[in-house]
Structures are given as C-alpha cells and as structure tokens.
C-alpha cells in the first residue's frame, strides 16, 4: 500500500523517485493535541457572537487564517465580511479562550515519530498557521533538540492561509528542499489541500472527528490514524521511498 501510494505520487507529479531530505510538520492537530481546544474556544465565542456554527466547522476550517474563519462565519450569517473592528475583537476573544483551555498536550506518538525522522537523518521544520509568539520556546520545551527558529513557518511569514500552498512552498525553501525530497504531516483537510498544491508527498493524520475520506478527497498520499502507527511505519516509508524507481513501474 505505501508502495502504491509512492508510485501514484511520481506519475502524478511527473517525478522519476523521492530523495528524502527534509518533513514539514504541522502543529496543531500533529504535534500537539491542541485541536478540540481550538475548536471548542472558536464554537464558543462564535455562538457567542450569534454567529451560525457547529463544532465541527472548525475541523473542516483548521488551516485557515483567523481572518478568513470570521469572514466566513459572517458571509453564511449576515452574508458580508465581517469588519476590521469585529475580526480583532473576535479573534482576541478566541486566542483568550483558547489559551485559558489549552494545557499544551503533546500528541500521542509525535514524539517517536520525531525520533524516527531523526534517526533517518532528515531535517525537522514546523509550517503551521498559528501565530503564537513563544511557540519556538514551546517546541523546544516539548521536543528538544528537534526544531530551530530559522527553520519555521507560522503566521508571520505567510500571506495567505493554508489551502494556499504558499506556507509549505515557503517551507520547501527553507528547508533547501525540492518537492520530491520533502514530505508533509498533516490532520486537516486544508492542510492536506496545501501541500498536495505544492507538489509534496503527504501523510494525514486522523487525529480529529472528521471521516478519514475528507483527508482522502483532500488528496493525502497516505493515511495513519495516530501518530504512533506513522511511528511504527516510518523506516518503511522511508527504504519504500528511497528505493522506489518510476521507470520500473512503467505501465
Ligand atoms: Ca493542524
């Protein structure tokens, strides 16, 4: 099946093999089990707002910028964007809320898959949508040694949100990494659409409530339900993707 999954992945982007250099990690969701604080923080102060939601919605919104989340919430409500006055204070809400439930959970077999990518001597780099000022000092706290300042992507850097490629093209740069060497870990389905767009090879993690088909029609290459079984995998991802010739497969 991964076998498959790495053939599918070279004839679609016209690549003859991977050569593994470099995993982009997303955060929220991958690294840490910080998602149904989010979720639950968003619903909150949406309803709050007499914005029109559902828990769920902010699965299927993960990846997306603060901004981009109120606007919706106010097109399907009020049909118009919401103004600059009320995204601020909406999203100052939530980021409160948030922080007051979030107790900073690392996820459950992150930290073995980080071991594995270590000891298959690729370069570790966060790309994530969050704009929380300390995260370097947070990654470091709960994962040492694996993450540097210089080699991350969060909300600073970008200019569009994930499904936009651009936060994992940005990504790809500075890991000084091709498409072909990099591969993504992602929950959300946006997040699966961003680095599908940019041509990178992408294993989902269902960590979440979604239906595992939403990360599949996202375009995931492969799917884990939990990190630790991606942990177990990953020395067999790894001969499978570096050993794996296209013109061999040729049909
Ligand atoms: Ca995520």
């Known amino acids: 099946m991964i076998q498959e999954a790495i053939i599918r992945y070279l004839r679609k982007h016209r690549q003859e093999s991977l050569s593994p250099k470099a995993v982009l990690f997303d955060m ?12 639950q923080a968003w619903y909150e102060v949406a309803t709050l707002h007499q914005l029109t939601s559902r828990l769920e919605d902010f699965y299927m919104f993960e990846g997306r910028t603060g901004e981009s989340t109120i606007n919706e919430l106010y097109q399907r409500t009020l049909q118009r964007d919401a103004t600059v006055e009320e995204r601020q204070a909406i999203y100052k ?45 947070k990654l470091n706290h709960t994962y040492p040694g694996h993450f540097n300042r210089e080699k991350m992507v969060t909300a600073f850097d970008v200019r569009y949100g994930k499904p936009h490629p651009e936060p994992y093209l940005m990504g790809l740069r500075k890991a000084d990494a091709k498409p072909n060497e990099a591969f993504v870990v992602e929950n959300a389905p946006l997040g699966v659409e961003a680095a599908v767009a940019a041509e990178i090879f992408t294993i989902a ?22 990190m630790k079984s991606l942990a177990n995998d990953w020395r067999r991802i790894m001969a499978l993707a570096k050993s794996t010739r296209l013109k061999e497969y040729a049909d």
Do not use: C, W
């Open 205 to 226: 993690v269902n960590t979440g409530p979604l239906p595992d088909q939403i990360l599949l029609d996202a375009g995931a290459d492969l799917l884990y339900p939990d």
């Open 93 to 137: 809400e939530k980021a409160d809320l948030f922080n007051t439930y979030n107790d900073g959970t690392p996820m459950t077999g992150a930290a073995e898959v980080l071991k594995e990518v270590e000891a298959s001597q690729l370069r570790r780099l966060v790309v994530t949508g969050s704009g929380q000022h300390s995260l370097i000092d």
């Open 28 to 39: 929220d969701g991958v690294l840490y089990d910080s998602m149904r604080f989010h979720a």
